[in-house]
């Protein structure tokens, strides 16, 4: 197409000054490689871009937990049953200045109810501190440490914690479970995603590419899987899981049996895409002047539809974060000692420890939020995947 | 035909779409008159405006556009039964600003489909898929005319006889995906006839269709034109049906009209170098081949509607140019002869 | 249309013994029997365990004989005598236990939908004809809140708020009296008082979805030429809206009646066990925890089976609204 423009401004042979002339600012948008139009396109989204930071946060956070998370997440600390959200303050009762800090608190039990609470003692400050010592660790499972990000000095430590998000029924530090429960939770949407794509682009790019009998087959397999209400299968399949199974293996019993439903989606958008394609007058081109299949497909066909399926997998992320979440949430999916997110939730199942506690839903905040950034990223990239579209 | 009575008249229109890329000027500054009983070609290539300016008429421009100024006046005749029209000049003349009315209100509403009705590009996807063409048809007939469901029924199938509909009685119920694209034409042009508009707007009418429809859509728009006396503005970019169908002719370029003349000047003597252009870019049965010309096709493309060039809009792909004043200067428009109008600096007086 | 109908039943048949059999095997999966575990746990308890009476069981129940044996005795019984087995956990044939918790579900998700539609229709109508409205913000928003905040944790949420706020506790479907009681208006008007925090829970989750579709749909719609001939004909703005484009967006409504179906039995599942309500979920669940193979089989299938009922519907609705479906049928 190039070439025949070229040849021709050739033929008419003048006035290439004037063609310059003519390209205004449009030229930018004109001359640009489509990666950059769907990155332009991309940027317009704010909630996507904010997303993206977001997502890219939770995913850290899930990456060095051990670092960010000030306590052992397993650690029952005794004297800090159920103690409500920690307050940071940065001005003290004089109203003077200072470097974050939390108070001591003082804990009381009350005599009729047994309910505990905490009352702060503005007599004592403990300064937060940055990269503290702290429980020893691995960091990425490699340098062996006792460096956190942040948390009270060790000789303040005894007296005080600061628990960000509160603590649970034995004294375990919800943000510190959280951070942790990111890593299971954020790593299996990932995961089962990412295994939902590999049999999703197969079957789908067999569906769409051949078409016929292998088409008809597959489109039926899709239907029928659908037909089962998701949970109850789901809920059928982890049950048959035995349940004296170590977490890696029900961790990947669980993002199978996520992606075997997962599938099915993807499989949907690759052979929509695949039809289309099919039709476009490159691909005759290509297979016109003998292109292999193969190459057709590798060279023409998956560069202009990866940006649909990275849409589509960001889109179904936080459908499988959910899925896990509810499955462990009733007790099916990850088990404790495990920690995901799911998991964490079963503490709020109990009506009492909610009332008393209800810092216990923390954890569905996170759910809620990292659900939340991946649809709105999602939403962001589907609209730059097609960036001639208007 | 020609009429001197007026129908329509159109002065200094613009419309403009304010996009988050900026404002795109689709009309700006249009000015001419439909008298009744004419035929008026609009040409020009694909987003100089002509749609739009139809729609202005109609006050359906889409969102996010807006009239920004301007003024359409629609003259309606009171009695316009038809065999009165010429015996008694003394009718009584209604004026009506077409652009002081509320687009959706009910004054705006009674005129469009009884004095001023469209025939749109796409037959296809014009008609709603999920009703049939008498349903879509009959609707029309009992909105404005206030009849029962039967006797807009009745109608209906007139209608689509009229039109030259195979077998209406029958296929009065079928629905548009059932019917072949000049079929669908048909039916749209019974729908716009329906009411006996004043003026009829066809808008790129044959475009989706084959060339040997086109004829006859053509020839079915003339036939019912000398029946029904209605004016016609015929919206298209296709020289050729101009020739065919029209007596007067507009050629618009980005926004504004440039040329305003009769069909015979159009092609015998076109004055503005974008309608030279534009004529010398369709191939002529019999021109001499020794001459060896080459078809030229008019340099350049449209430019960005949001850059639009200074001075004359037409000046970087203009053979004729005169440096330091074409890309300066507003250009005039000129009444060359009596009837023949031109946006040029190469005509001031 | 009838020779339709009837083609799709036909269709459907096959699709349900699939079902069948995938709720069998998946069954089978784990190791042991509910009688095993039983057993094991009596003794955890120190109590003796009788092999002898154990076995006449494992014998009454066809359990030890091949699996396409037990699967084959499993369903023709279903077809035949209507009999889904017996479970073993509640000592009762199953069907004694699971129709009342199957017409709950299926009040439920059918009550969610209606509220869904009667939100998502106005609202999305509104929505689209108000394109960038602070209203049409606001139900972006909202509809992110639905796509977010899933059924089971708006359950917690509103546990949480109606017991510390209020004092009420809104587990469960009916109240106390009831709960045993046998069918009758009084009980019925009292599920009714029950059902609708559970189905406006349910109904935010899924009304989020409708909601975009709905607009999205009227959004294309809108922009389509017939709309533009519609408004030349002289139709009003409303009259026009009604009629065309809404009709139009309105088909995916109907052609997804049974996913959606399908979706808010998910949804009610999960919600129910937080909520103890006395629909299928906490029944499955806890048959599924002891291995009470019959009962939860069972309620896999007739879940199943639901949706492809639903789908069903939804396929003779869309038939119905859409002609040109109709006429190529």
């Given at each position: 197409?190039?070439?025949?423009?070229?040849?021709e401004?050739?033929?008419?042979?003048q006035?290439?000054e004037?063609?310059?002339?003519?390209?205004?600012?449009?030229?930018k948008?004109y001359v640009?490689?489509?990666?950059?139009?769907?990155?332009?396109?991309?940027?317009?989204?704010?909630?996507?871009?904010?997303?993206?930071?977001?997502?890219?946060?939770?995913?850290l956070v899930a990456?060095?937990?051990?670092?960010v998370?000030?306590?052992?997440p397993?650690?029952?600390?005794i004297?800090?049953?159920?103690?409500?959200?920690?307050?940071i303050?940065?001005?003290?009762?004089e109203?003077?200045w200072?470097?974050?800090?939390?108070?001591?608190?003082?804990?009381?039990?009350?005599?009729?109810?047994?309910?505990?609470s905490?009352?702060e003692?503005?007599s004592?400050?403990?300064?937060?501190r940055?990269?503290?010592?702290?429980?020893?660790?691995k960091?990425?499972g490699l340098?062996?440490?006792?460096?956190?990000?942040?948390?009270?000095?060790p000789e303040?430590?005894?007296q005080?914690?600061?628990?960000?998000?509160?603590?649970?029924r034995l004294?375990?530090d919800?943000?510190?479970?959280?951070?942790?429960?990111a890593?299971?939770?954020l790593?299996?949407?990932?995961?089962?995603v990412?295994?939902?794509?590999i049999?999703?682009?197969?079957l789908?790019?067999?569906?769409?590419?051949?078409?016929?009998?292998?088409?008809?087959?597959?489109?039926?397999?899709?239907?029928?899987?659908r037909t089962?209400p998701?949970?109850?299968?789901?809920m059928?399949?982890s049950?048959a899981?035995p349940r004296?199974?170590?977490?890696?293996?029900?961790?990947?019993?669980?993002t199978?049996?996520?992606?075997l439903?997962?599938w099915?989606?993807?499989a949907?958008?690759?052979?929509g895409?695949?039809?289309?394609?099919?039709?476009?007058?490159?691909?005759?081109?290509?297979?016109?002047?003998?292109?292999s299949?193969?190459r057709i497909?590798?060279?023409?066909m998956?560069?202009?539809?990866?940006?649909?399926?990275?849409a589509?997998?960001?889109l179904?992320?936080?459908?499988?974060?959910?899925?896990?979440?509810g499955?462990?949430f009733?007790?099916?999916?990850?088990?404790?000692?495990?920690?995901?997110w799911?998991?964490?939730?079963q503490?709020?199942?109990?009506?009492?420890s909610?009332?008393?506690?209800?810092?216990?839903?923390?954890?569905?905040?996170?759910?809620?939020?990292s659900?939340?950034?991946?649809?709105?990223?999602?939403d962001?990239?589907?609209d730059?995947a097609?960036?001639?579209?208007? | 035909?020609k009429?001197?009575?007026?129908?329509?008249s159109v002065?200094d229109l613009?419309?403009?779409?304010?996009?988050?890329?900026?404002?795109?000027?689709?009309?700006?500054?249009?000015d001419?008159?439909i008298w009744?009983?004419?035929t008026?070609?609009?040409?020009g290539?694909?987003?100089?405006?002509?749609s739009?300016?139809?729609?202005?008429?109609?006050?359906?421009?889409?969102?996010?556009g807006?009239?920004?100024?301007?003024?359409?006046t629609?003259?309606?005749?009171?009695d316009r039964s038809?065999?009165?029209?010429g015996?008694n000049?003394?009718?009584?003349?209604e004026?009506?600003?077409?652009?002081?009315?509320?687009?959706?209100?009910r004054?705006?509403?009674?005129?469009r489909?009884t004095?001023?009705?469209?025939?749109?590009?796409?037959?296809?996807?014009s008609l709603?898929?999920?009703h049939?063409?008498?349903?879509q048809?009959?609707?029309?007939i009992?909105?404005?005319?206030r009849?029962d469901?039967?006797?807009?029924r009745?109608?209906?199938?007139e209608?689509?006889?009229l039109?030259?509909?195979?077998?209406?009685?029958?296929?009065?119920?079928?629905?548009?995906?059932?019917?072949?694209?000049?079929?669908?034409?048909?039916?749209?042009i019974?729908?716009?006839?329906?009411c006996?508009p004043?003026?009829?707007?066809?808008?790129?009418?044959?475009?989706?269709l084959?060339?040997?429809?086109?004829?006859q859509?053509?020839?079915?728009?003339?036939?019912?034109?000398?029946?029904?006396g209605?004016?016609?503005?015929y919206i298209?970019?296709?020289?050729?049906?101009?020739a065919?169908?029209?007596?007067?002719?507009?050629v618009?370029?980005?926004?504004?009209?440039?040329?305003?003349?009769s069909?015979?000047?159009?092609f015998?003597?076109?004055?503005?170098?974008?309608?030279q252009?534009?004529?010398?870019?369709?191939p002529?049965?019999?021109?001499?081949?020794?001459?060896?010309?080459r078809?030229?096709?008019?340099?350049?493309?449209v430019?960005d509607?949001?850059a639009?060039?200074?001075g004359?809009?037409?000046?970087?792909?203009?053979?004729?140019r005169?440096?330091?004043?074409?890309?300066q200067?507003e250009?005039?428009?000129?009444e060359?002869?009596?009837?023949?109008?031109?946006r040029?600096?190469?005509?001031?007086? | 249309?009838?020779?339709?109908i009837?083609?799709?039943?036909?269709?459907?048949?096959p699709?349900?013994?699939?079902?069948s059999?995938?709720?069998f095997?998946?069954l089978q999966?784990p190791?042991?029997?509910?009688?095993?575990s039983?057993a094991a746990?009596?003794?955890t308890?120190?109590?003796?365990?009788?092999?002898e009476?154990?076995?006449?069981l494992?014998?009454?129940y066809g359990?030890?004989?091949?699996?396409?044996v037990?699967y084959?005795?499993?369903?023709?019984?279903?077809i035949?005598?209507?009999?889904w087995g017996?479970?073993m956990?509640?000592?009762k044939p199953?069907?004694?236990?699971?129709?009342?918790?199957?017409?709950?579900?299926?009040?439920?998700?059918?009550?969610s939908?209606?509220?869904?539609?009667?939100?998502a229709i106005?609202m999305g109508?509104?929505s689209?004809t108000h394109?960038?409205?602070?209203?049409?913000?606001l139900?972006?928003?909202?509809s992110?809140?639905?796509v977010?905040?899933?059924?089971?944790?708006?359950?917690?949420i509103?546990m949480?708020?109606?017991q510390?706020?209020?004092g009420?506790?809104?587990?469960?479907l009916?109240?106390?009296?009831?709960?045993?009681?046998?069918?009758?208006?009084?009980?019925?008007?009292?599920?009714?008082?029950?059902?609708?925090?559970?189905g406006?829970i349910v109904?935010i989750?899924?009304?989020?979805?409708e909601l975009?579709?709905?607009?999205?749909?009227l959004?294309?719609?809108?922009?389509?030429?017939?709309?533009e001939?519609?408004r030349?004909k002289?139709?009003?703005?409303?009259?026009?809206?009604?009629?065309?484009?809404?009709?139009?967006?309105m088909?995916?409504?109907?052609s997804?009646?049974g996913?959606?179906?399908?979706?808010?039995?998910?949804?009610?599942?999960l919600?129910?066990?937080?909520?103890?309500?006395?629909t299928?979920?906490?029944?499955?669940?806890r048959?599924?925890?002891?291995?009470?193979?019959?009962?939860?089989?069972?309620?896999?299938?007739?879940l199943?089976?639901?949706?492809?009922?639903g789908?069903?519907?939804?396929?003779?609705?869309?038939?119905?609204?859409?002609p040109?479906i109709?006429?190529?049928?």
């Amino acid at each position: 197409m190039a070439e025949l423009v070229e040849a021709e401004r050739v033929v008419e042979g003048q006035g290439i000054e004037e063609e310059q002339e003519l390209a205004t600012s449009g030229e930018k948008i004109y001359v640009a490689p489509p990666w950059k139009l769907m990155w332009w396109r991309f940027r317009k989204h704010k909630m996507a871009l904010i997303s993206t930071w977001v997502l890219i946060l939770l995913y850290l956070v899930a990456i060095f937990c051990e670092f960010v998370a000030p306590y052992d997440p397993d650690q029952a600390m005794i004297q800090f049953k159920q103690v409500p959200p920690t307050k940071i303050h940065i001005r003290d009762s004089e109203g003077q200045w200072h470097w974050p800090f939390v108070y001591q608190h003082i804990r009381s039990v009350d005599p009729e109810t047994l309910r505990i609470s905490y009352v702060e003692d503005t007599s004592i400050r403990h300064p937060i501190r940055l990269f503290v010592p702290g429980f020893a660790y691995k960091l990425v499972g490699l340098w062996p440490t006792n460096i956190h990000l942040f948390g009270l000095p060790p000789e303040a430590a005894e007296q005080q914690g600061v628990f960000l998000l509160g603590t649970d029924r034995l004294g375990r530090d919800m943000f510190a479970r959280i951070c942790y429960g990111a890593r299971l939770s954020l790593s299996m949407g990932l995961a089962s995603v990412f295994l939902s794509l590999i049999f999703g682009v197969v079957l789908g790019g067999i569906s769409g590419y051949y078409g016929g009998r292998a088409d008809v087959i597959i489109q039926r397999v899709i239907e029928f899987i659908r037909t089962i209400p998701t949970i109850p299968l789901y809920m059928t399949l982890s049950a048959a899981m035995p349940r004296d199974w170590p977490i890696e293996r029900i961790y990947f019993g669980l993002t199978m049996i996520l992606a075997l439903v997962g599938w099915t989606w993807m499989a949907r958008v690759v052979r929509g895409r695949f039809l289309a394609m099919r039709e476009e007058d490159f691909v005759l081109a290509a297979r016109l002047s003998g292109s292999s299949e193969i190459r057709i497909i590798l060279r023409h066909m998956l560069p202009s539809f990866l940006s649909y399926i990275i849409a589509a997998l960001t889109l179904n992320i936080p459908n499988m974060i959910l899925w896990e979440t509810g499955l462990s949430f009733i007790g099916l999916g990850l088990r404790p000692p495990a920690i995901s997110w799911g998991v964490l939730l079963q503490e709020a199942m109990n009506l009492r420890s909610l009332v008393l506690a209800p810092w216990v839903l923390a954890p569905g905040v996170a759910v809620v939020v990292s659900v939340l950034a991946f649809n709105f990223m999602g939403d962001g990239l589907r609209d730059a995947a097609d960036p001639y579209a208007h | 035909m020609k009429q001197d009575q007026l129908l329509i008249s159109v002065k200094d229109l613009r419309t403009y779409f304010f996009l988050d890329e900026g404002t795109v000027r689709a009309v700006d500054g249009v000015d001419f008159n439909i008298w009744y009983g004419q035929t008026l070609g609009v040409v020009g290539e694909s987003g100089c405006g002509k749609s739009v300016t139809a729609r202005s008429i109609l006050r359906i421009v889409p969102r996010p556009g807006r009239i920004v100024s301007g003024e359409i006046t629609l003259y309606r005749k009171c009695d316009r039964s038809p065999s009165l029209r010429g015996e008694n000049p003394s009718q009584q003349i209604e004026e009506i600003k077409l652009t002081d009315l509320d687009p959706t209100g009910r004054e705006m509403c009674s005129i469009r489909g009884t004095e001023i009705a469209l025939v749109p590009q796409e037959p296809m996807a014009s008609l709603s898929p999920v009703h049939s063409i008498g349903n879509q048809i009959a609707e029309v007939i009992m909105l404005h005319q206030r009849v029962d469901k039967h006797t807009a029924r009745a109608r209906t199938i007139e209608m689509l006889e009229l039109v030259g509909f195979p077998k209406p009685k029958e296929r009065v119920d079928s629905l548009p995906h059932q019917l072949s694209g000049g079929l669908r034409q048909r039916a749209v042009i019974a729908m716009a006839l329906c009411c006996h508009p004043s003026l009829l707007i066809a808008d790129e009418p044959t475009t989706a269709l084959d060339v040997t429809t086109e004829a006859q859509i053509l020839r079915l728009l003339r036939n019912l034109q000398s029946e029904l006396g209605m004016a016609i503005m015929y919206i298209t970019h296709n020289l050729g049906v101009v020739a065919q169908m029209c007596e007067d002719v507009i050629v618009m370029y980005m926004g504004r009209v440039v040329e305003e003349t009769s069909v015979d000047a159009l092609f015998h003597s076109p004055l503005h170098p974008y309608t030279q252009a534009l004529l010398r870019s369709i191939p002529r049965l019999g021109q001499k081949t020794r001459e060896r010309r080459r078809l030229e096709s008019i340099r350049g493309t449209v430019p960005d509607p949001y850059a639009i060039p200074k001075g004359c809009s037409f000046h970087p792909r203009c053979h004729q140019r005169i440096r330091g004043v074409c890309d300066q200067q507003e250009p005039p428009y000129v009444e060359v002869e009596p009837g023949h109008k031109v946006r040029c600096l190469l005509y001031q007086p | 249309m009838f020779a339709y109908i009837v083609r799709r039943v036909l269709i459907m048949i096959p699709t349900l013994i699939l079902i069948s059999i995938v709720s069998f095997t998946a069954l089978q999966l784990p190791p042991g029997d509910y009688l095993t575990s039983y057993a094991a746990q009596l003794r955890t308890m120190g109590e003796q365990v009788d092999e002898e009476a154990l076995n006449s069981l494992r014998e009454r129940y066809g359990m030890g004989q091949p699996i396409y044996v037990q699967y084959w005795k499993w369903v023709s019984g279903i077809i035949t005598r209507g009999d889904w087995g017996q479970s073993m956990e509640w000592q009762k044939p199953v069907k004694e236990l699971i129709w009342e918790r199957l017409g709950l579900t299926v009040a439920l998700a059918v009550f969610s939908l209606l509220i869904s539609w009667g939100i998502a229709i106005p609202m999305g109508v509104y929505s689209a004809t108000h394109q960038y409205s602070i209203p049409d913000y606001l139900m972006s928003a909202f509809s992110f809140l639905g796509v977010g905040v899933p059924a089971f944790l708006w359950a917690l949420i509103i546990m949480y708020f109606a017991q510390t706020k209020l004092g009420i506790n809104v587990g469960g479907l009916f109240s106390e009296k009831y709960i045993n009681a046998p069918w009758t208006w009084d009980k019925f008007v009292d599920m009714l008082k029950h059902l609708w925090i559970p189905g406006l829970i349910v109904a935010i989750e899924n009304t989020a979805g409708e909601l975009r579709t709905t607009r999205a749909n009227l959004l294309d719609e809108l922009n389509k030429p017939y709309v533009e001939l519609a408004r030349a004909k002289g139709l009003s703005e409303r009259k026009l809206l009604w009629k065309y484009p809404v009709r139009v967006a309105m088909n995916p409504f109907f052609s997804t009646v049974g996913w959606s179906l399908a979706n808010r039995i998910s949804s009610i599942t999960l919600m129910s066990i937080v909520l103890s309500l006395q629909t299928t979920g906490p029944m499955q669940l806890r048959a599924l925890m002891s291995q009470d193979m019959y009962l939860a089989g069972s309620f896999l299938l007739l879940l199943s089976a639901l949706t492809v009922v639903g789908t069903l519907i939804s396929d003779i609705l869309l038939a119905w609204v859409d002609p040109r479906i109709r006429l190529e049928a």
